[in-house]
């Protein structure tokens, strides 16, 4: 019954903002750490934002630092993702998943690997 699902995808014009949700079911929020993922045509995924529910702490890619910024609804076992000054760059897959007991910075050195647990994917658009 472990569900993620992720929403708020679409087409916007560079410079543009869009906020990614990320609704989770089916296990102990405060037990996992929350990760944004992006894979491009042709590119691998790459690790984007990352946070910890229970405690705050958060990792960002240097490539989205200052433009993005995770938070956790804790009640309603959510985590956005808001996108501001959109690139071109930008445009990708999107998808949430959750690791076990992992501190954000993890996503910095391993990547998707401890993440177990994915959504089905949002679709961003960043035109030019």
């Known amino acids: 019954e472990v569900q993620l699902v992720e929403s708020g995808g679409g087409l916007v014009q560079a410079g543009g903002s869009l906020r990614l949700s990320c609704a989770t079911s089916?296990?102990?929020?405060?037990?996992?750490?929350i990760g944004w993922f992006r894979q491009a045509p042709g590119k691998e995924r790459e690790g984007v934002s990352c946070?910890?529910?229970?405690?705050?702490?958060?990792y960002y890619a240097d490539s989205v630092k200052g433009r993005f910024t995770i938070t956790s609804d804790n009640a309603k076992n959510t985590v956005y993702l808001t996108m501001n000054s959109l690139k071109p760059d930008d445009t990708a897959v999107y998808y949430c998943a959750a690791a076990f007991l992992t501190a954000p910075q993890v996503m910095g050195v391993l990547g998707p690997s401890v993440f177990r647990e994915w959504g089905q994917g949002t679709l961003v658009t960043v035109s030019s």
């Open positions: 946070i910890s529910p229970r405690n705050g702490d958060t």
């Open positions: 089916g296990f102990t929020f405060d037990d996992y750490t």
